[in-house]
């Protein structure tokens, strides 16, 4: 977890442990709500929750180190609420418009809040999924490979929608020579006949 576990200013220490409680309770209600379906397994609603969030994180400039700041309970709620709503939404911007409105009242602490969730998903999917979604010996890893690729795919999907041409600007953008290009397909669900 990216939360210090001492403060140089006292006056924070409750609040971060507080926060540090909150979002542990969260992946732990996540996680057992997740093993407790039985309609799909738990790897692949993981990657596609992955994706939502770091699409969303994308989506609202949150970018890759998102600025420390304490959150509530309620806020905390909040965005784990609307994660699960858009989980199984048609609509591909729903989470992100859910999140833009708690931003315009709660600021950079729902950025803080998306990337703690991306890295708790993160930390799962290599934990428990790692030979499930990317292939048993594979080299990738959901820490060193999902957000770049996941990025990736984002960006050039605006434009694309050939899964060929998809996967050929993926290698573009992260280079043709990184260790995410085995990646590709299994982390953005294509074929690996396009691969």
């Given at each position: 977890?990216?939360?210090?576990?001492?403060?140089?200013?006292?006056?924070?220490?409750p609040i971060m442990e507080q926060f540090k409680e909150s979002v542990q309770r969260a992946q732990s209600t996540f996680i057992k709500q997740t093993l407790n379906s039985t309609e799909i397994t738990?790897?692949?609603?993981?990657?596609?929750?992955?994706?939502?969030?770091?699409?969303?994180?994308?989506?609202?400039?949150?970018?890759?180190?998102?600025?420390?700041?304490?959150?509530?309970?309620?806020?905390?709620?909040?965005?784990?609420?609307?994660?699960?709503?858009?989980?199984?939404?048609?609509?591909?911007?729903?989470?992100?418009?859910?999140?833009?409105?708690?931003?315009?009242?709660?600021?950079?602490?729902?950025?803080?809040?998306?990337?703690?969730?991306?890295?708790?998903?993160?930390?799962?999917?290599?934990?428990?999924?790692?030979?499930?979604?990317?292939?048993?010996?594979?080299?990738?890893?959901?820490?060193?490979?999902?957000?770049?690729?996941?990025?990736?795919?984002?960006?050039?999907?605006?434009?694309?929608?050939?899964?060929l041409a998809l996967v050929g600007c993926v290698k573009e953008v992260i280079g043709a020579g990184s260790q995410c290009v085995p990646c590709i397909c299994s982390i953005l669900h294509i074929s690996?006949?396009?691969?």
């Amino acid at each position: 977890m990216l939360i210090p576990e001492v403060w140089e200013e006292p006056h924070l220490q409750p609040i971060m442990e507080q926060f540090k409680e909150s979002v542990q309770r969260a992946q732990s209600t996540f996680i057992k709500q997740t093993l407790n379906s039985t309609e799909i397994t738990v790897c692949p609603m993981m990657q596609e929750v992955l994706t939502l969030v770091t699409k969303a994180r994308i989506a609202l400039d949150c970018g890759s180190v998102a600025p420390s700041g304490p959150v509530g309970d309620e806020l905390q709620e909040e965005i784990l609420e609307a994660t699960r709503s858009c989980v199984e939404s048609e609509d591909d911007h729903c989470l992100v418009e859910k999140l833009a409105n708690l931003m315009r009242s709660e600021g950079g602490v729902v950025c803080s809040a998306l990337l703690e969730v991306e890295n708790g998903l993160k930390t799962a999917l290599d934990m428990f999924c790692h030979e499930e979604l990317l292939g048993a010996g594979s080299s990738c890893s959901w820490w060193s490979c999902g957000t770049k690729v996941l990025s990736a795919g984002a960006t050039c999907a605006i434009d694309i929608a050939d899964p060929l041409a998809l996967v050929g600007c993926v290698k573009e953008v992260i280079g043709a020579g990184s260790q995410c290009v085995p990646c590709i397909c299994s982390i953005l669900h294509i074929s690996s006949k396009w691969c």
